[in-house]
């Protein structure tokens, strides 16, 4: 690993970032977040002394604001980290001061402090960053059509009709719903066009209760298959991992899931598992089985999401479609034979 000199804060905003070294001698500097000011950050750590082989930059997630200068800075070799805010503000919990300087100081604090376990930025495959985008968009759609069909509802039942109010909504819910199906239409052109992703794909939906829009989810958080993932892992981020809660005799609570980390996805887990639950018969005798003994619907609900992620992970690591009814054979059993 290379030798880490300088530690780099910067707090981006919409218009503007301001940025700080951990311990430096110049004062925190704001500049625009632009091209520009992109220039001037260099020219400004370069008068610093701060070696892009020799040094972290970390700034926490803003969505879109700091998605150009982490392509930037990633591309004049600078080792980039977006870490969550929750996280930095959880290490100066008695901190009460907050403006943009004191913010950046933080945030390269933050990074001197906690430098051996950062994960370094990398730039995501268009493809990634693609159907993330259409994702995205599709989830606001959809909450959209699902407000004017609520609303509709509330127009058809008073009174005093007003025709006019309903046929817009139902306009409208057409047209939302054709741009849907356009978005549908995209990601299946994108998944079948790509050399690698298209059978990656294939065989993550070859899994009962895989959807098309479950594995796309799969593959933004995997970044596009590139990162290995486990199951328990993957579980804890989703936010369906149950957590003990015990302490000696008087803390006796039950597992609880956090329901942390990406709702989208968690929903699709929750309704394939209900499609699993309904529609394969393993998993339905699972679910009475369980049922039977006491145990609650949406517990047993939570266990088939998370051993449908296992299944997933399993396929992924192995590189070979899921198979019906298969059943692991010990090697030390075939070793004797």
Partial sequence: MR?????VGIDVASDSFTVAIHQGRSKPATLSNSGDGF?????????????????IVCMEATGVYTEHLCYFLHSKGFRVVVEAPQKVRRAFVNDLYKNDSIDSLRIAEYAYRFHDRLSFWRPSQDIVEQVKTLLATREQL?????ANRNALKAVERKYIKTPLAEKVYLSSMEHIKEQIRLIDKELRKLISNHPTIGRTMALVMSIPGVSMLLACNILVVSQGFTRSLKARQLASHIGICPFERQSGTSVRRRPRSRRYGPERLRKLLYLAALSLRTHNE??????????????SKRLVLNNIANKLLRIITAVLQSGTPFIKDFKSVNPILVSNT
């Fill in 282 to 295: 393993s998993f339905k005798r699972y679910f009475l089985r369980k049922v039977e003994q006491g145990k």
């Fill in 3 to 7: 030798a880490t000199k300088h530690f």
């Fill in 142 to 146: 959809t909450g959209h059509l699902v």
């Fill in 39 to 55: 220039e001037e950050l260099l020219l400004w750590l370069k008068t610093n002394g701060v070696n892009p082989s020799k040094a």
